[in-house]
């Protein structure tokens, strides 16, 4: 499957003549599938394909999420004077990441800041608050980076006491210039990430809407073409809907007379016959770093453990070198818990107001007082 789609903003990484330049950007309008091709939209010229390889995909608008590191620009609600401190984005009590356009900041300590907050940690913040904190990282001899305009750089090699790469000589922090006598000057080559080739994995179970089969499926030939045998049993290793047509495409892996990119429409294929599995718990699968499980914040469930093995086993062979595990459920045991507040007993079954005024009567507390504490308990003892 193509890596673009129509309307994507892409960036030249190659020049082909007066056709397109490299670093400069142009918008995809048309996707070849036979020759894995784009068209490009240059200020009205005419479309022409172009291999996918000459461009990369414009980084969309960060989108804060669960997890990231920020850094505070303006104060949230609950601080005065937290400029420039860090943070951590969680979770609210019910699992989302944004309450009426805020998000929940769990600040590094020591508390150096004043704040209405209990625990003085946490405060609630619209995104104009904060920025995301890029990822620290090294230049290390051997590697490739990404410059700030988009190009590829590398392997670094090492020259005495610097990196260089393509005519430039980097500092350890990705800093770009020339060397005179000490002095190194910045530019806009400055290095700003690691380059990666590979692109994101897909879904685990990210088969095409609407299609019969997916990823992995045993399928068998019910009519011969494209080097098909009638009868034959084949793997499906991807599957493409058509946008022009709606019809659904399936691709080989083996197809007689093709290479592995061989493809047939859908309807020349009928499920291969599988044995009836045993039932099992449900599982997920999780990556495994220095012994302890990964899993993500909303992991898919397998209806069963051979599927999560099956899944385990694909993401194994697309991250070599990275381990993924299969948990089993086994069982689940659950007791309702008890509050020793009546203000908590009513926050907890969504009754805000009332479990608001009881805890300003039970404490002689401010309306906003006791409002920002039934807030902050829901978001994070509750």
Known sequence: MAKFKVGDRVRALNSYGNEF?????????????????????????????????????????????????VRLVKDGRSTTGAVGKLATIKAWSNGSFVDNGEYLLDIDPPVTYSTAATPANFTRATVDCFELVAAEFKIEAGRFYRTRDGEKIGPMKQDDGFLYSGGWHYGTDGHCGYRGGDTFMRTEHD???????????????????????????????????????????????????????????????????????????????????????????????????????????????????????????????????????????????????????????????????????????ANDLTLKGAKDAVEHWLATAA
């Open 191 to 361: 290095l700003i990430a690691e380059w990666v080739d590979e692109p994101a994995v897909a879904a685990s179970n990210d088969n095409v809407s609407g299609s019969n089969f997916r990823v992995g499926d045993q399928v068998i030939a019910i009519n011969s073409g494209y080097g098909a045998t009638v009868g034959r049993k084949y793997t499906v290793t991807k599957v493409e809907k058509l946008e022009a047509s709606g019809a659904f495409w399936v691709w080989l892996d083996g197809l007689v007379g093709w290479s592995t990119d061989g493809n047939l429409p859908e309807v020349d294929f009928i499920p291969a016959a599988a044995p009836v599995p045993t039932p099992t718990n449900s599982a997920i699968v999780c990556l495994i770093e220095n012994g302890q499980p990964k899993p993500s914040d909303r992991p898919y469930v397998h209806a069963d453990e051979g599927a999560a093995s099956k899944e385990a086993s694909r993401l194994a062979s697309v991250h070599k070198g990275k381990q993924f595990g299969v948990y089993v459920l086994t069982q689940t045991v659950s007791e309702e818990k008890v509050y020793a507040h009546e203000w908590q007993r009513l926050a907890i079954k969504g009754d805000k107001i009332p479990a608001i005024k009881a805890l300003k009567a």
């Open 21 to 69: 330049t490299r670093g400069k950007e142009y918008e995809i309008t048309a996707i070849n599938r036979h020759s894995v091709s784009v068209a490009l939209d240059d200020k009205g010229s005419t479309e022409n394909g172009w291999g996918e390889e000459n461009f990369e995909l414009i980084e969309t608008k960060w989108v804060p999420k669960v997890g990231d590191r």
